[in-house]
């Protein structure tokens, strides 16, 4: 199993313009979710989904879509990139209950200029 | 509102040496469960334990344990005969009930370095 996947690495952006963070799983998890790190600080939730065609907001949604057409893939489409949005992006899986533990991805570094 | 908090930035230990890194929760939701992740230089963040609020006996993994006082509302990791390798980031987790959902909801972290 390759686990959680996210492309790309890095990504340098100019302000306005938009693009999508991918991230895939191939564990058959329920779960999914898309969180972003700032310097210094724990991680915060953007978006999540409970199952393919089902999407929530989390702490910090907005200027971020997501959608889950399938079980394996949740993009995170940044719609008009702000500086504010310079961060390292981790998407994360779970199975469903009754375990809790989170496989997180690599992490894309974002930076917005 | 689910909240952690660790009180400390960074601790520095000396290598063999025990270290116990502070987490304190808040939460209205009756079932939740605490984790702690690891965070090397590198980045990736690292599965360390897990405990649920009802388990009886405090969570251990090899020379991870976590100190699990419900009452004071308080999670710290114990970490046993320190190593080198042990230098990294450590973030406290609860997940939780919040508005019908199961969140994970992190502390700001600890900054731990292992002196030789």
């Known amino acids: 199993n390759a686990g959680v996947t996210q492309t790309p690495k890095f990504q340098v952006l100019k302000t306005g313009q938009s693009m999508t963070l991918q991230c895939a799983q191939d564990m058959n998890h329920e779960y999914m979710s898309w969180y972003r790190q700032d310097p210094g600080m724990g991680l915060r939730l953007i978006h999540y989904?409970?199952?393919?065609?089902?999407?929530d907001q989390g702490e910090v949604p907005n200027g971020y879509n997501v959608s889950r057409s399938t079980t394996e893939d949740f993009p995170l489409r940044l719609l008009s990139a702000a500086p504010s949005q310079t961060s390292v992006y981790f998407c994360a899986s779970r199975p469903g209950t009754p375990t809790y533990e989170q496989y997180f991805g690599p992490g894309t570094r974002l930076t917005v200029t | 509102a689910q909240k952690i908090t660790q009180t400390q930035p960074g601790m520095f230990v000396q290598e063999k040496e025990a270290v116990t890194l502070d987490c304190t929760y808040d939460?209205?939701?009756?079932?939740?469960?605490l984790f702690w992740y690891k965070q090397p230089s590198s980045g990736e963040m690292i599965f360390l334990i897990y405990q649920g609020s009802y388990d009886q006996q405090n969570a251990t993994e090899g020379r991870y344990s976590l100190n699990f006082q419900k009452a004071r509302k308080s999670a710290n990791l114990v970490i046993s005969a320190s190593q080198l390798g042990d230098s990294a980031m450590y973030f406290c987790a609860m997940r939780a009930r919040d508005q019908g959902a199961q969140k994970l909801v992190f502390g700001q972290g600890t900054r731990l370095t292992i002196n030789p």
């Open positions: 939460t209205s939701d009756p079932s939740y469960g």
């Open positions: 989904s409970v199952g393919a065609g089902i999407t």
